[in-house]
């Protein structure tokens, strides 16, 4: 009964045309009589290439409808000047950006998209073509996508201390997964530590002497998209310190007091606070390996 009824359905749901045979799939030579600058753009992207010229499966060989879908519906409603073109265009604001998605997901669910379902990206309504365009010779997108969402990220590049990423040595896909990741902010390490290690090795240890704000996490005094002070430094040193260090043991009281600051254009300075400030004794404030360094001054 029920199976009837399906029938039925699906026989009204799809041109009569070619409800026949295939499920409505026409057959990627019937797109090109209309569609044809996609067509050219299509024999030229890597997906037209490979589909076309060595398709591995069934859906491949499928074309254009591996991608959009059966056909036949569209090319019914097209004669019939329905205005809804009844065929997945990944874009339009019509049909849920999961339904999009799975048509994507259907061939490059594994790999780097193991991480997709339940990311930022895809609980914000993102759809992947929001980042790829299929139909350009280039379909893997570069720095500039991100932008157009996360503009502030644009502008700390821009800064005096950055990573290389303006000067195109590194992407932010260097450290973020776009389509997810198995820590915090995509990243592609489990922590922001091991993000860090990943090109700072050194950093990693063992050490002697641990501080325990470097060991928890590396974002609690630098921002890795940018800063005005030196070395991606979130606050300026002393005050940076000074933020956790506020109570004090052998440490002399007015070494912490920013009543010392040096006044701009006078000689008068001190030594805790001028230049690097603590650094000035406090050198190895990531720990220390030697035998005397516990307070990091060697
Ligand atoms: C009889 C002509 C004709 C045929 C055959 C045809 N299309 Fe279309 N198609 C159109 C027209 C007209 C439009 C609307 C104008 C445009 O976007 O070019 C359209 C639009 C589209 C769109 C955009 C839909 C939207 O909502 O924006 C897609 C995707 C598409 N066609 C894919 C296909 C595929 C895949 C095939 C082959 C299975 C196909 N078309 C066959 C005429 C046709
Ligand atoms: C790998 C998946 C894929 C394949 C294969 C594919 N398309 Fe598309 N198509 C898309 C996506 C995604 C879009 C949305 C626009 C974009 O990303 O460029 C799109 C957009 C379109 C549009 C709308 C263009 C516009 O400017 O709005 C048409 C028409 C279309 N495709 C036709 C075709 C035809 C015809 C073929 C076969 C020759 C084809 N597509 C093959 C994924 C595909
Ligand atoms: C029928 C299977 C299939 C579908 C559906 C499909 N792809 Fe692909 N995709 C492939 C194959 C095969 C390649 C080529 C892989 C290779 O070169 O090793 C590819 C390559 C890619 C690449 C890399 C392109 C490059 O220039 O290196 C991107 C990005 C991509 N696909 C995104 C998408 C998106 C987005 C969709 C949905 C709109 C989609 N694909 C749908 C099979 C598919
Ligand atoms: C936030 C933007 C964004 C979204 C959304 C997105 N991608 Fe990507 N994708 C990228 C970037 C950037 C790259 C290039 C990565 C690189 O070059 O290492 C990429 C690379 C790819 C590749 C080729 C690299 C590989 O691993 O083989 C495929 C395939 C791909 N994406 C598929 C998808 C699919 C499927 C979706 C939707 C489920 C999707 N993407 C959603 C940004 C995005
Ligand atoms: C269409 C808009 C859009 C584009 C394009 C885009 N993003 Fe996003 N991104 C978002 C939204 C929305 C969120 C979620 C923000 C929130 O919830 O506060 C997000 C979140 C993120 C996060 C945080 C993820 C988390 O789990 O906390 C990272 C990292 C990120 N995006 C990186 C990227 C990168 C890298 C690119 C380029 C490849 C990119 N985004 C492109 C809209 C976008
Ligand atoms: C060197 C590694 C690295 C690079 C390169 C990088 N990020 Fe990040 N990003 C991080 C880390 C680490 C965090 C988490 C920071 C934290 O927890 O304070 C993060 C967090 C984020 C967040 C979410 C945090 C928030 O403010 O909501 C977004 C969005 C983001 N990055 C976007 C980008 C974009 C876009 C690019 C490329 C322009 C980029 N990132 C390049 C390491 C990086
Ligand atoms: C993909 C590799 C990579 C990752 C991951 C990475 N970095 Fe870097 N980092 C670099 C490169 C390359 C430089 C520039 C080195 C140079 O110029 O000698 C750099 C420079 C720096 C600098 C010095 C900046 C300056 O202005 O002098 C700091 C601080 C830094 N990184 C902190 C971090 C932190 C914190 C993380 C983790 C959130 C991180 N890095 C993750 C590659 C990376
Ligand atoms: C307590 C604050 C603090 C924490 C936490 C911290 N750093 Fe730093 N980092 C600094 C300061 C201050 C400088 C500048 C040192 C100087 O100028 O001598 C610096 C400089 C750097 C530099 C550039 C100079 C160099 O030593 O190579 C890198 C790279 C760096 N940090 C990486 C990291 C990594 C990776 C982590 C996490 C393991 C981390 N930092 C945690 C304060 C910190
Ligand atoms: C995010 C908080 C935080 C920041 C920022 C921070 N520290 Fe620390 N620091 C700690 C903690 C926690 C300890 C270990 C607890 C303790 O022994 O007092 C520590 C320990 C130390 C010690 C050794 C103390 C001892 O008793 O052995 C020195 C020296 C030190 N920090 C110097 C610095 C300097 C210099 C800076 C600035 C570059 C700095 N710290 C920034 C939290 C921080
Ligand atoms: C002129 C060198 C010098 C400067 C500059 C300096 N310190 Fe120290 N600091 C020391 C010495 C020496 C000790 C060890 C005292 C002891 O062991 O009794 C010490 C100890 C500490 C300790 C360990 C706890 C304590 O009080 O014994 C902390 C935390 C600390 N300094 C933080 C800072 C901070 C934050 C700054 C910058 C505002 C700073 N220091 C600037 C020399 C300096």
């Known amino acids: 009964m029920l199976r009837l009824l399906y029938v039925v359905i699906l026989f009204l749901a799809i041109s009569p045309a070619y409800a026949a045979d295939n499920g409505g799939y026409v057959g990627e030579r019937e797109c090109y009589a209309c569609h044809k600058e996609i067509r050219a753009e299509y024999a030229k992207d890597r997906h037209g290439r490979v589909f076309t010229s060595a398709p591995n499966g069934e859906l491949q060989a499928r074309g254009c409808e591996a991608c959009h879908g059966p056909g036949a519906g569209h090319i019914d409603a097209v004669d019939r000047e329905d205005l809804d073109l009844r065929i997945q265009n990944f874009r339009s604001e019509k049909g849920l950006p999961t339904e999009a998605n799975a048509r994507c997901l259907a061939c490059h669910e594994n790999g780097e998209r193991g991480f997709w379902k339940g990311s930022r990206h895809e609980l914000s309504g993102m759809r992947c073509a929001s980042c790829h365009k299929i139909h350009a010779e280039e379909a893997r997108p570069a720095m500039e996508v991100c932008f157009s969402c996360h503009q502030e990220r644009r502008a700390q590049l821009q800064r005096t201390s950055h990573m290389p990423l303006r000067e195109g040595k590194m992407t932010c896909n260097n450290c973020h997964n776009p389509h997810g990741g198995p820590g915090p ?49 979130k606050v300026k040193v002393p005050y940076l310190c000074q933020s956790c260090h506020t109570t004090l043991g052998s440490h002399p009281r007015n070494r912490y007091d920013g009543a010392n600051l040096p006044v701009p254009g006078t000689p008068s300075t001190t030594m805790q606070l001028a230049g690097k400030g603590c650094l000035n004794c406090h050198s190895q404030v990531h720990g220390s390996n030697h035998p005397s360094g516990r307070r990091f001054q060697r």
């Open 185 to 233: 902010s995509a990243l592609r390490q489990a922590s922001v530590n091991e993000n860090c290690y990943a090109c700072h090795q050194e950093k990693r240890g063992p050490l002697v002497w641990e501080h325990p704000p470097a060991r928890e996490n590396c974002a609690n005094c630098h921002d890795p998209h940018g800063s005005n002070y030196e070395s991606l430094l």
